[in-house]
């Protein structure tokens, strides 16, 4: 988006818009991770480990969305290096999202379909050692970009100051094809993977021997998946869908483009706590026990500032 074409007042609430979304959604996600290290019942369980992963994702990948948005206009020119690194540390956190709902899928599927062997290859253990591995598949096609800037451009350019927009990095030939073959090859397993859990599940479910409930409510969870990974695709999508709406809009190129950021990098983090958090009564008990103490005690401290107010002005 290029800022300097919006006006003040226009600049000013695309900034509000984002930062109050994005304040409010990790506000929102930050009660989830709560409940989840303020009650030990969750540690042992690989399902809430992989659930609180992928929402402490979102948080940080949200938080440098934003800021990166908000830079554009505060700071339109940035530094070559901390730009590079900011981009690496959000591209990364991108690709952790499929790739955590991956092996969320394959939770459940060993859950419902070999029960036996659950705790066993889910062990905690196993479990934060996916965690790592989620962050090393997702890390090295970032860093990747680097050492092919370090390749290519002379090592002055890193002092330089830049508009922070990933094309104007990572905008080689290698880059563009790497990042064609590396999103197809992720992109591809992980909907294989969905796929292949899926109907596995579905199996187990019409099978006479299985708790149905489980293995329905497990179907419908990958299901919801597909469904976050479909979201997830929109950040790959949004340039063709700008593309068409700029050729039949081109005097809204700003609104279409804030928007297309809105609903491809901000609302979609959002999906985590709605899809996993209320819909498991677990953890939805802590959280609105922790929501409901939250507004008790804010309503609690606005009355005792109020007394203390009335009280000066009955003094004075």
């Known amino acids: 988006m290029n800022s300097s074409r919006d006006a003040f007042e226009d ?9 109050g979304l994005g304040v409010f959604i990790i506000y929102i996600n930050g009660i989830f991770v709560f409940a989840f290290f303020k009650n030990p019942v969750f540690y042992t369980d690989p399902r809430y480990i992989l659930y609180t992963h992928l929402v402490i994702n979102d948080i940080i990948m949200l938080f440098f ?11 339109p020119l940035m530094n070559f290096a901390l730009c590079s690194v900011l981009l690496m540390l959000s591209i990364t956190c991108t690709k952790n999202s499929p790739l955590n709902l991956a092996g969320m899928a394959l ?3 060993i859950a419902i379909c070999k029960p036996l062997h659950h705790p066993q290859l889910c062990s905690v253990n196993r479990t934060y050692i996916l965690i790592g591995l989620i962050w090393f598949l997702a890390f090295v096609p970032a860093l990747t970009d680097i050492i092919i800037v370090l390749v290519n451009e002379p090592i002055s350019i890193f002092s330089k100051s830049i508009m922070c927009y990933s094309n104007n990095i990572f905008s080689s030939n290698q880059q563009f094809m790497k990042m064609i073959i590396v999103e197809s090859l992720y992109l591809s397993c992980v909907w294989m993977t969905l796929i292949f859990t899926y109907f596995k599940v579905l199996q187990a479910a019409k099978a ?6 489980s293995a329905r409510k497990a179907r419908n969870t990958i299901l919801l998946h597909g469904l976050q990974l479909l979201l997830c695709m929109l950040t790959y999508i949004t340039p063709s869908v700008n593309y068409f709406f700029l050729a039949l809009f081109p005097k809204s190129r700003s609104t279409i483009l804030f928007t297309s950021y809105l609903m491809s990098n901000v609302i979609p983090r959002l999906l985590s706590p709605l899809i996993y958090g209320v819909r498991d009564q677990k953890m939805f008990r802590y959280v609105r026990m922790y929501l409901t103490c939250c507004l008790f005690l804010t309503k609690v401290e606005s009355e005792i500032e109020e007394r203390h107010y009335q009280g000066q002005a009955k003094e004075c």
């Open 65 to 75: 969305s934003v800021t990166l948005h908000v830079l554009v206009y505060v700071a």
């Open 107 to 109: 939770e459940r599927y």
């Open 208 to 213: 006479a021997t299985t708790d149905q409930a």
């Open 11 to 19: 600049a000013f609430m695309k900034n509000f818009i984002a930062v």
